[in-house]
């Protein structure tokens, strides 16, 4: 509560020293949702700064965000010509094993459970790499159940430099997807938390980074790791879907763009791709310096890249089945890259909240419209 306090005190600070931040708005707004809007983009400017100050720090080696990794697999036009090529479909149902009761109460039970990735690397030259990297070849979950019985149930994607699940879940906040008739899995991203390299300097430092062959490889592993979550609980349940938020948003979209098997897809605040970060984005400047310094213009990073911006593809499932949120003051992920999405997919039902990335204005009608979405899939 002291850091929210901190930020939004330093925003208003902000915004009294200078003129609005927010230009265009994709739709109409009031004066308090453009208030709003200006505020949120000031406090997402504050948090991007504080946090690369506080992840990478003055003694950070810039080196570690450069491309060493030979990326011409990625430039091979099959991948133009179908970049769903990169994504092949888990080969087998997962081994998933509970590894202990993380909490119960007399509507839920919580559980961390673990499953070997079914994910081989893609990239011949990654491989020796992704070798090394042990501690992400296990894929976890935080698994919510409910006592009554669901028959839906959700797998959850969450954000860039998320922490170790089993500490950052959040019950309450998962009980609504219970009361709208869904048990969850909140998975670990690659390269995070539970899955973080020994040597991470923060938790998601190997994930999205300067090493673009790794980045790609990444987005492939996350992507098979949920399909093959969904895959296990489509034995369990009628209704199956996907939702995340930021990284979780693209990696989100990415799966809805190469699964048709699940039944919907809700990303939050999504970037459309890596390639499409601004160059003066307050929360990555160390990464495009690498980026810069390994001397990848912006044709090559969005060429590389190409198979990781859903924006590239054709959503597998029909669009009446995929629910976008973005914010209007996003300042971390530009309203730009969702509208980028948006507009590839045949606009599909999306949502322009006051707010940004950090701090949500009307996150009490969004969650409205996130349930009305969940309740009607359940009901087809």
Same mark, same amino acid.
């Given at each position: &509560?002291?850091?929210?306090?901190?930020?939004?005190?330093?925003?208003?600070?902000?915004?009294?020293?200078?003129? =609005?931040?927010?230009?265009?708005?994709?739709?109409?707004?009031?004066?308090?949702?453009? &208030?709003?809007?200006?505020?949120?983009?000031?406090?997402?400017?504050?948090?991007?700064? /504080?946090?690369?100050?506080?992840?990478?720090?003055?003694?950070?080696?810039?080196?570690?965000?450069?491309?060493?990794?030979?990326?011409?697999?990625?430039?091979? !036009?099959?991948?133009? $010509?179908?970049?769903?090529?990169?994504?092949?479909?888990?080969?087998?149902?997962?081994?998933?094993?509970?590894?202990?009761?993380?909490?119960?109460?007399?509507?839920?039970?919580?559980?961390?459970?673990? #499953? +070997?990735?079914?994910? %081989?690397?893609?990239?011949?030259?990654?491989? +020796?790499?992704?070798?090394?990297?042990?501690?992400?070849?296990?894929?976890?979950?935080?698994?919510?159940?409910?006592?009554?019985?669901?028959?839906?149930? *959700?797998?959850?994607? %969450?954000?860039?430099?998320?922490?170790?699940?089993?500490?950052?879940?959040?019950?309450?906040?998962?009980?609504?997807?219970?009361?709208?008739?869904?048990? $969850?899995?909140?998975?670990?991203?690659?390269? %995070?938390?539970?899955?973080?390299?020994?040597?991470?300097?923060?938790?998601?430092?190997?994930?999205?980074?300067?090493?673009?062959?790794?980045?790609?490889?990444?987005? =492939?592993?996350?992507?098979?790791?949920?399909?093959?979550?969904?895959? #296990?609980?489509?034995?369990?349940?009628?209704?199956?879907?996907?939702?995340?938020?930021? /990284?979780?948003?693209?990696?989100?979209?990415?799966?809805?763009?190469? @699964?048709?098997?699940?039944?919907?897809? *809700?990303?939050?605040? +999504?970037?459309?791709?890596?390639?499409? &970060?601004?160059?003066?984005?307050?929360?990555?400047?160390?990464?495009?310096?690498?980026?810069?310094?390994?001397?990848?213009?912006?044709?090559?990073? $969005?060429?590389?890249?190409?198979?990781?911006?859903?924006?590239?593809?054709?959503?597998? *499932?029909?669009?009446?089945? *995929?629910?976008?949120?973005?914010? &209007?003051?996003?300042?971390?992920?530009? !309203?730009?890259?969702?509208?980028?999405?948006?507009?590839?997919? @045949?606009? !599909?039902?999306?949502?322009?909240?006051?707010?940004?990335?950090?701090?949500?204005?009307?996150?009490?009608?969004?969650?409205?419209?996130?349930?009305?979405?969940?309740?009607?899939?359940?009901?087809?």
């Amino acid at each position: &509560m002291k850091t929210y306090g901190t930020l939004l005190l330093a925003a208003m600070l902000s915004l009294s020293a200078s003129s =609005c931040a927010v230009k265009t708005y994709p739709r109409p707004v009031t004066a308090k949702e453009k &208030m709003d809007s200006n505020v949120a983009h000031a406090i997402d400017t504050t948090g991007a700064k /504080l946090m690369a100050r506080v992840y990478t720090g003055p003694d950070y080696d810039l080196a570690r965000q450069h491309a060493t990794i030979d990326y011409s697999y990625y430039l091979d !036009p099959k991948f133009k $010509a179908d970049p769903r090529l990169f994504y092949p479909a888990p080969g087998s149902l997962p081994e998933v094993e509970v590894v202990e009761r993380l909490a119960e109460d007399d509507r839920v039970e919580v559980s961390l459970i673990k #499953w +070997p990735s079914l994910y %081989h690397p893609m990239n011949p030259a990654f491989a +020796p790499y992704y070798d090394t990297y042990t501690e992400t070849h296990t894929a976890y979950g935080v698994y919510l159940k409910s006592k009554r019985g669901n028959k839906g149930a *959700i797998v959850i994607s %969450h954000g860039w430099t998320g922490g170790d699940i089993t500490k950052s879940y959040k019950i309450e906040k998962m009980e609504g997807l219970v009361d709208a008739g869904y048990d $969850a899995v909140m998975i670990q991203q690659p390269y %995070h938390g539970l899955r973080a390299p020994a040597d991470s300097k923060f938790s998601g430092e190997y994930f999205f980074s300067g090493e673009v062959a790794r980045t790609n490889e990444a987005f =492939c592993q996350t992507v098979t790791d949920v399909r093959s979550m969904v895959m #296990w609980l489509k034995d369990h349940y009628e209704v199956v879907g996907i939702k995340g938020g930021s /990284l979780g948003g693209i990696t989100t979209l990415l799966t809805a763009a190469v @699964d048709d098997t699940i039944d919907f897809a *809700i990303a939050w605040v +999504p970037p459309s791709s890596f390639g499409d &970060m601004p160059e003066d984005s307050p929360l990555i400047p160390f990464i495009i310096e690498g980026l810069k310094e390994s001397g990848l213009d912006r044709q090559k990073i $969005a060429d590389i890249m190409y198979v990781s911006s859903p924006d590239n593809f054709r959503p597998a *499932i029909p669009k009446d089945d *995929i629910l976008i949120f973005a914010g &209007m003051g996003d300042n971390f992920v530009p !309203p730009y890259m969702p509208a980028k999405v948006w507009e590839a997919w @045949d606009q !599909p039902e999306i949502f322009w909240f006051a707010g940004g990335h950090v701090v949500n204005f009307e996150l009490k009608q969004s969650m409205e419209i996130q349930r009305e979405f969940l309740i009607k899939h359940l009901q087809k």
